[in-house]
């Protein structure tokens, strides 16, 4: 099979193909992943969480990202690998974030990195986009601004709130941005942001109106010792198999059978 490419996401996004993604961090399981035919990986700043137990995302730093991110494109022959820019590697100066972006793709082999944000993150997008680097946006639910959201929150829910996120949006794609995921906002929200953007949304916690779904894979395989967010779902209990659980999610994605009401805003 060809390889995955953003201009593979954006005619799928033209066709009306729903595009699937998880999140991986190593090998073994980026392997299967990419044998299963999803779409997309994204390599999370959420190991720091369901792999090193941390409480948040933020204790991780740039040389984990790229550890993981290395072991992760050693097991994957066509799925597009989005690696995520951990907090403080993107925020300090232009030349740092380009430097540390670079590291991802030159040492951990990622094909895009992501960062979260809106239109305080425009011209770091731009930047980066101009230079080579594609990106992934990252809105709603920014896990690397928990404390200043309050924790784990629903965002959007109001009609400012909801304008403002629309503006970002628009304010990443004009930057340059490939990719835009959108976190635990109201499903009708996140349907309006995907009509109105040209570029792939994939959401997460966001409805079904979204371009794409992902969902962190110990999750969906019900293998996190802490209680997992409501969008979830765990595809472990009605499949034997990991290789099972993860066709299951593949296929109700691609069917529109996931995410549903009672996993949406």
């Known amino acids: 099979m060809k390889p995955v490419t953003i201009t593979t996401l954006q005619a799928m996004k033209q066709a009306g193909e729903k595009i699937t993604c998880l999140t991986a961090y190593d090998y073994s399981f980026a392997h299967l992943l990419d044998s299963a035919g999803i779409d997309m990986i994204i390599v999370g700043d959420s190991v720091g969480m369901v792999c090193q137990g941390h409480e948040t995302?933020?204790?991780v730093t740039l040389d984990d990202?790229?550890?993981?991110?290395?072991?992760?494109?050693?097991?994957?022959?066509?799925?597009?690998?989005?690696?995520?820019?951990p907090f403080l590697s993107y925020e300090v100066s232009p030349?740092?974030?380009?430097?540390?972006?670079?590291?991802?793709?030159?040492?951990?082999?990622?094909?895009?990195?992501?960062?979260?944000?809106?239109?305080?993150?425009?011209e770091t997008v731009r930047f980066l986009t101009e230079r080579g680097i594609p990106v992934c946006g990252h809105l709603g639910l920014t896990p690397q601004s928990v404390?200043?959201?309050?924790?784990?929150?629903?965002?959007?829910?109001?009609?400012?709130?909801?304008?403002?996120?629309?503006?970002?949006?628009?304010?990443l794609q004009e930057a340059g941005a490939s990719?835009?995921?959108?976190?635990?906002?109201?499903?009708?929200?996140?349907?309006?942001?995907?009509?109105?953007?040209?570029?792939p949304t994939i959401g997460i916690g966001a409805g079904p109106g979204c371009d794409g779904q992902v969902l962190v894979l110990q999750d969906m395989l019900?293998?996190?010792?802490?209680?997992?967010?409501?969008?979830?779902?765990?595809?472990?209990?009605?499949?034997?198999?990991?290789?099972?659980?993860?066709?299951?999610?593949i296929a109700a994605v691609r069917e529109q059978e996931f995410p549903g009401p009672e996993h949406s805003f």
């Open 179 to 199: 990719i835009l995921v959108l976190e635990a906002i109201p499903s009708e929200l996140a349907k309006h942001v995907s009509a109105e953007l040209t570029i």
């Open 65 to 85: 990202m790229v550890y993981h991110t290395r072991c992760v494109a050693s097991g994957c022959q066509r799925t597009l690998i989005v690696a995520d820019m």
């Open 147 to 171: 404390h200043q959201l309050g924790g784990f929150r629903v965002q959007g829910r109001d009609k400012a709130a909801a304008e403002r996120l629309l503006n970002d949006a628009r304010a």
């Open 222 to 249: 019900g293998i996190y010792p802490r209680r997992s967010p409501k969008f979830s779902k765990n595809f472990m209990e009605e499949n034997g198999t990991i290789q099972a659980a993860v066709k299951a999610f």
């Open 57 to 59: 995302t933020l204790p």
């Open 95 to 122: 030349d740092l974030t380009f430097s540390n972006a670079g590291r991802l793709m030159k040492e951990g082999y990622a094909h895009v990195v992501k960062i979260e944000g809106g239109r305080t993150m425009a």
